[in-house]
């Protein structure tokens, strides 16, 4: 969707099992890479391609890549000038526990530059990964499960599989160009807590930044708990701030990085009473106010921002309503262009022709599916996925306020 060329749509053809939704990646070089999800007999495949950003885009298609066949289907994907990494998580039978992979593939053609490899240590138990990069790599995060310590029943429950417990943490660690590990795993949260809901993104200066949910009481999607950001030095030093504390929604919370300036990051979560929290991040001292409550945007997800323009959505029904508004906010130059406080949210003019002020969005003829084999069902696998904050110390990440909104015309919905 773009305002000088208005809205296209590309078919990706049809897709068998109940898989959840594509992973698209951007490069520096306008490439389009798509992972889609798929299923057979076997269990999960990802269909790769790719296009670009032209006025006549048209989707190469690249291999199937199978993913393994246990329940889940949690992939992350990251596009380069000159290639992509596709890491996903699957179930070894053999140790009984989750396992992170990853497999680099080459652009435009996505040729394999070598064989997939296992990102997670040998025994750890590790399922949905998140992936961002960096310069000279990448980072990746994921939840690692503790085991339930064996009971006094005897050797034959010992010879099963150890349950997995109800307390899991998160991981993080650094990944090479060639996707391959580079440093040792560092825990980022307590080992006895539950993490719900995670995201990861990246600052200019190559840190990582991580947003966690614990619920309070440790059953996993629940109201109450807390959010907490932590910031990951390259060397591997880890700060941490609570942001809010027993007064989170369901959902997740969400790191929206500034496609046109990506030291501008915005925080958004849902409160108990599942109205929008929203939030500049950023990466110096002193921190701000907790992230403030905006009203007239209940119920909205942050999906892109562009400097100050944040395009939120909202599901209403069968249709998906779309919202562009623009949170002003200053910049200290005591501070350089680190973002600081923003101050309002106001709607943006929205001209005549923009692609918004339609809720067509015309087909793409020339962009042909590959062909489609017949449905089969889709294997069932062993895994089921199923105090008040401190001030930060000095080069913590925070977060400051955003001040009320102003009211907001409705916008057009898409179907």
Same mark, same amino acid.
């Given at each position: 969707m773009d305002p000088k060329l208005g809205v296209r749509q590309l078919s990706l053809g049809v897709v068998h099992g109940g898989v959840g939704p594509p992973k698209i990646a951007v490069n520096a070089d306008g490439? $389009? $890479? =798509?992972?889609?999800?798929?299923?057979?007999?076997?269990?999960?495949?990802?269909?790769?391609?790719?296009?670009?950003?032209?006025?006549?885009?048209?989707? $190469?298609?690249?291999?199937?890549?199978?993913?393994?066949?246990?329940?889940?289907?949690? =992939?992350?994907? $990251?596009?380069?000038?000159?290639?992509?990494?596709?890491?996903?998580?699957?179930?070894?039978?053999?140790?009984?526990?989750?396992?992170?992979?990853?497999?680099?593939?080459?652009?435009?053609?996505?040729?394999?530059?070598?064989?997939?490899?296992?990102?997670?240590?040998?025994?750890?138990?590790?399922?949905?990964?998140?992936l961002a990069g960096r310069d000279g790599g990448y980072w990746i995060v994921w939840l690692h499960h503790g085991v339930s310590k064996p009971s006094a029943l005897g050797n034959a429950l010992s010879q099963l599989a150890a349950p997995r417990a109800n307390h899991n943490w998160l991981e993080i660690t650094m990944l090479g160009e060639d996707g391959a590990p580079i440093s040792s795993p560092r825990v980022l949260t307590p080992k006895r807590a539950t993490i719900s809901a995670f995201d990861l993104s990246v600052s200019t200066d190559g840190r990582a930044l991580v947003a966690s949910q614990q619920p309070s009481n440790g059953h996993g999607v629940t109201r109450g708990g807390r959010i907490e950001l932590s910031l990951v030095a390259v060397g591997g030093n880890v700060d941490s701030t609570v942001l809010a504390d027993d007064e989170v929604g369901v959902g997740l919370p969400s790191l929206t990085v500034s496609a046109s300036n990506r030291q501008l990051q915005w925080l958004s979560f849902l409160d108990a009473e599942d109205r929008l929290r929203l939030g500049v991040v950023r990466f110096s001292s002193p921190p701000g106010s907790d992230v403030e409550l905006v009203p007239g945007l209940a119920g909205q997800t942050v999906v892109a921002a562009r400097q100050d323009e944040l395009l939120f959505a909202s599901q209403q029904g069968t249709r998906m309503a779309l919202r562009l508004a623009r949170c002003e906010h200053d910049v200290s130059e005591e501070r350089g262009p680190r973002p600081v406080q923003a101050r309002s949210v106001v709607p943006l003019p929205r001209p005549a022709t923009s692609p918004l002020a339609s809720a067509a969005i015309p087909a793409d003829p020339a962009s042909a599916a590959p062909p489609q084999p017949a449905p089969k069902p889709r294997a069932t696998g062993l895994n089921s996925r199923g105090p008040k904050a401190a001030a930060p110390k000095t080069g913590e990440p925070s977060a400051t306020g955003v001040k009320p909104a102003l009211a907001e015309p409705p916008m057009p919905d898409f179907d």
């Open positions: 490439r $389009v $890479v =798509i992972a889609m999800l798929d299923g057979d007999a076997n269990g999960t495949l990802v269909r790769l391609a790719t296009t670009d950003t032209g006025p006549s885009p048209a989707i $190469v298609w690249g291999p199937l890549v199978p993913v393994g066949g246990d329940e889940s289907d949690e =992939i992350a994907l $990251v596009a380069t000038s000159g290639r992509t990494l596709l890491v996903w998580d699957d179930w070894n039978r053999a140790e009984n526990h989750g396992v992170v992979l990853g497999q680099v593939f080459s652009l435009p053609k996505l040729t394999a530059r070598a064989e997939r490899m296992s990102l997670s240590p040998n025994g750890v138990d590790a399922e949905r990964p998140l």
